[in-house]
């Protein structure tokens, strides 16, 4: 049978970003122009903060003081879960070298950068775990130079919780500003600090679109638009930790989709009846996002069976996908399209945004068809590297010269003619393209 949508979309979270493209290029351009001073005058506008921009060792003391014995032991234990599977990650990647022909050995190194910007949400929501996430990977990966930038509240500064998360997981400096201004200041290496090389972390649009425009001059980690999850759900799954756990991932904001695939017909009845009310019973400033997210964003799909739902799961390509279906190895080897997955009731997306290990700075907006999310991988540049005898290197010279005539680039010809009538003096080779 065909696909049936029970609930459709009404909006997509690709609106219109003209004017916010407009807003962060002219922020951009007025602060590498006018350095520390422009990027005070944008905190002081847009963070209304006026107090220390890089943050004293006694002032990371006194937050620390004050992130109650209770959350210093989470958010370390979090610290230890990250940075136990990131040191996994770090061992996959491994310098090597091989002889590709006698005489010619080529080899691998992977270096990581120097300088990692991580950008710390702080806005709408304190967002302890991206700290965690950045920063730990950032210093697993072995990057030198490590700058968290979180916006601070007005007249109070960024969050005791995060400053005390950074310092825990290896920030060199922590930088009080926000937004724009925040992401130049690393970039450009304004206040002293050294110029990043990477951005990672998320932030809202006009961060993401900050990201976007100076991606080339440096890396980042991936362009973010709203998070986004998807479920996967059959007769087995229990429709209250399915409901609640797509409330959970909707509370995000107002253009976070929530997706619900499933080839039960009753299972999405009962979802659908029981996320409003759940909704209905959040706090008023999550149930606001949620409300809308739910109202504009998300679906329910019908599919005919499970191979039509890994189908349609890898079709959609979510950032965060949870399977609450029998046969979880069936699904692990069957799905191809996401940033993180989540097999069984037993976890879900909020584990691995908060404390479980795996990064949940993750490809948004279908971009898991192409890219997976955040590890010490982003930070690390895989270099190659070669040399070779004199003998090796003349059954590639004589290869070289003849391609590159063939191309039409003699200059590149000559670099090879001019080895082997310096190593082999005397002998004939034809190097001609069409030998």
């Known amino acids: ?5 029970l609930k459709k979309a009404t909006l997509t979270s690709n609106s219109d970003a003209s004017e916010t493209k407009k807003i962060v290029r002219e922020i951009l351009d007025d602060i590498e122009a006018g350095g520390d001073a422009k990027a005070l005058e944008y905190a002081a506008k847009f963070d209304q903060y006026d107090g220390e921009i890089i943050l ?5 003391q006194a937050a620390a003081a004050q992130v109650p014995d209770k959350l210093r032991r989470d958010i370390q234990f979090a610290h230890d879960n990250v940075r136990r599977f990131a040191e996994a990650q770090l061992n996959t990647v491994a310098d090597f070298e091989i002889e590709v022909v006698p005489g010619l050995i080529a ?6 950068v120097s300088g990692a910007g991580c950008y710390v949400p702080g806005g709408r929501y304190s967002h302890i775990a991206s700290a965690i996430m950045t920063v730990t990977t950032a210093k697993v990966a072995g990057c030198k130079n490590i700058v968290a930038c979180s916006p601070p509240r007005p007249g109070v500064g960024v969050a005791p919780a995060i400053i005390y998360a950074a310092h825990v997981c290896g920030a060199d400096k922590i930088l009080a500003m926000g937004g724009v201004q925040g992401v130049a200041a690393m970039t450009f290496g304004l206040f002293g600090l050294p110029k990043a090389n990477i951005l990672v972390g998320p932030g809202n649009q006009f961060v993401a679109e900050a990201k976007r425009m100076l991606f080339g001059r440096v890396g980042i980690d991936m362009i973010a638009g709203p998070t986004d999850s998807l479920i996967l759900a ?3 799954a229990d429709p209250m930790i399915v409901a609640t756990d797509l409330v959970g991932q909707a509370e995000h904001g107002y253009n976070s989709p929530v997706w619900l695939v499933t080839d039960d017909r009753a299972l999405a009845n009962e979802v659908m009846r029981l996320v409003p009310l759940l909704i209905d019973d959040l706090p008023e400033v999550n149930r606001d996002n949620a409300s809308a997210a739910w109202r504009d964003y998300a679906e329910v799909i019908l599919c005919a069976d499970r191979d039509d739902m890994a189908a349609c799961s890898d079709d959609y390509a979510p950032e965060h996908l949870t399977v609450q279906a029998d046969d979880l190895e069936w699904w692990l080897d069957r799905l191809s399209c996401y940033g993180s997955l989540f097999l069984g009731e037993e976890t879900t997306v909020a584990f691995g945004d908060k404390a479980s290990g795996t990064n949940h700075v993750l490809p948004t907006s279908g971009a898991a068809s192409y890219t997976g ?4 991988h982003k930070y690390m540049k895989i270099v190659t590297w070669q040399r070779a005898t004199r003998e090796g290197a003349k059954p590639v010279a004589e290869a070289t010269a003849r391609i590159a005539r063939l191309e039409g680039m003699e200059g590149h010809a000559r670099t090879a003619d001019i080895r082997l009538q310096k190593y082999f003096p005397g002998e004939n080779f034809d190097l001609s393209a069409d030998g």
Not at 1 to 5: S, T, V
Not at 56 to 60: G, L, M
Not at 373 to 376: D, N, Q, R
């Open 56 to 60: 004293s060792p006694e002032a990371i």
């Open 373 to 376: 999310g955040l590890s010490v």
């Open 107 to 112: 080899g691998q190194k992977a270096i990581p």
């Open 234 to 236: 059959d007769a087995s």
């Open 1 to 5: 049978m065909p696909r049936e949508y």
